[in-house]
């Protein structure tokens, strides 16, 4: 072999063309990594969160769910009759269940809510109920849930939202369209038949009345604490006595 023979130029890469081949590869391994990294927010954004699980009654149940919400009214009237401070538990289970039969139980339930959404859940963990609801548009769907951090302040319940998701994915507040800092402003009575006053916005907290009356038998009620478990929400209520009674008082 003749060691003084020359090397040709093309076999070794000049500077410039280092330079070129580093940056392809740079620019590959980003475009690579944007390309995975949109692939997992799509997959995480459309994912159905493993907790989100809307029941199913079949028909030989139904009975047995109103009934199941007839005997949570009509112990909540005997608590309120018995005249001394108790505390009164909902449990995510039996929301869920009332939920599904909305249109049966309250067949005006779905005016308050668009089109668009359907297939509600409510969820209770520590200090936090997450509200759920699967959101369609055009050809695809996905679960969308907020949020709401519970606090007894100022003789209120308050509601902050938290977390908004897609899925298990955290998302901007606006593309699902949730105006969070739009004001509520609903006085006493206004919402439902004995209901509290609310008032505020999502974003800085919705503040809920604790004094509010209960339709079934008249009974004025005040919450006096609330807090969340994992499963259960539960009040803490001090009896104030017949509401229509109280309503005599007034014009006295």
Known sequence: MNRDAVIPAHATPSPARR????????????????????????????RTPKWYRVPHIDESQRQQVRNNLLSAEQAMTEFLRAGQTFVYQLHQDDLNRWLTMRREIYPLADEFTPPE????????????????GRFRHESWSAVASIDLNVEFKGGDIVLTAGTVRSGMLPIPVGLFGLPLDQPIDRRAEKTWPGSPPIRGDLANGVHVGARAWWKNGGLEYEVTNVWVTPGVLKFEIQPLGSHFGQAERDQD
Do not use: K, M
Request: glycine share 10%; charged share 15%.
């Open 19 to 46: 330079v070129r081949r580093r940056w392809a590869l740079w620019t590959l391994g980003i475009l690579t990594c944007v390309v995975l990294s949109c692939g997992i927010a799509v997959s995480l954004g459309l």
């Open 117 to 132: 959404w359907s297939e509600p859940f409510v969820r209770f963990d520590t200090g936090r109920i997450t509200v759920a």
